[in-house]
């Protein structure tokens, strides 16, 4: 019953968050990709607060959404596929193991998509014609080292705000409804609904 429940969950956090993702990254204000990235999705990582199942469901929905923008983007999208699902799945492995002190928990997803999303970033802009980032001072000719840690940081802020700006309010709303007692399976006995 409770490999069911995880399965369940694993499934509708997937769900959930390519939908928000691709939602975001249809917007006319193209927060959800680029250098400073503000994917409201990424709020969601606050669910492997409360159950196993955000890991894998974190990671699925992560490869789903990212897989729509090859379409989009082209092959160097694939990057996007791999490397930001394994930065979430870092992200929500760290959530969950450091879930008993939330605010630590919640750096995991914000280092490991400001030290792994970085690295190729500048591939996919490229792939979509960008060649600069003139407010970072960054052209064509910049060397990598500069333009990884201008992705560093401006990665980590944009994850920083969503993840704690929005995701801790997004915990707190989800504790005050007593959504926790539906995620958390161990706390689900017999008898119980849920």
């Known amino acids: 019953m409770r490999r069911t429940r995880l399965i369940a969950q694993a499934g509708v956090i997937a769900a959930v968050y390519a939908a928000v993702t691709v939602v975001v990254l249809q917007l006319p204000?193209?927060?959800?990709?680029?250098?400073?990235?503000?994917?409201?999705?990424?709020?969601?990582?606050v669910l492997a607060l409360?159950?196993?199942?955000?890991?894998?469901?974190l990671t699925i929905g992560t490869a789903i959404a990212n897989?729509?923008?090859?379409?989009?983007?082209?092959?160097?999208?694939?990057?996007?596929?791999?490397?930001?699902a394994a930065g979430t799945l870092l992200g929500a492995w760290w959530t969950w193991r450091w879930r008993a002190r939330p605010l630590f928990a919640l750096a995991g997803p914000v280092v490991a998509n400001a030290l792994i999303v970085p690295a190729y970033l500048p591939i996919m802009l490229a792939a979509m014609?960008?060649?600069?980032?003139?407010?970072?001072g960054i052209g064509p000719g910049t060397a990598w080292p500069v333009v990884y840690?201008?992705?560093v940081v401006t990665v980590g802020i944009g994850e920083a705000v969503v993840v704690y700006g929005l995701g801790l309010p997004l915990a707190a709303a989800l504790r005050s409804m007593g959504a926790v007692r539906l995620l958390d399976g161990d706390s689900v006995g017999p008898g119980t609904v849920g």
């Open 50 to 57: 409360f159950t196993p199942a955000a890991v894998p469901g």
């Open 29 to 45: 204000w193209q927060l959800g990709w680029g250098p400073v990235q503000f994917r409201a999705s990424e709020a969601v990582t």
């Open 67 to 84: 897989l729509l923008n090859v379409a989009q983007v082209g092959p160097a999208a694939l990057l996007d596929v791999v490397f930001g």
């Open 129 to 136: 014609g960008v060649s600069g980032i003139p407010f970072l």
């Open 149 to 151: 840690l201008a992705g």
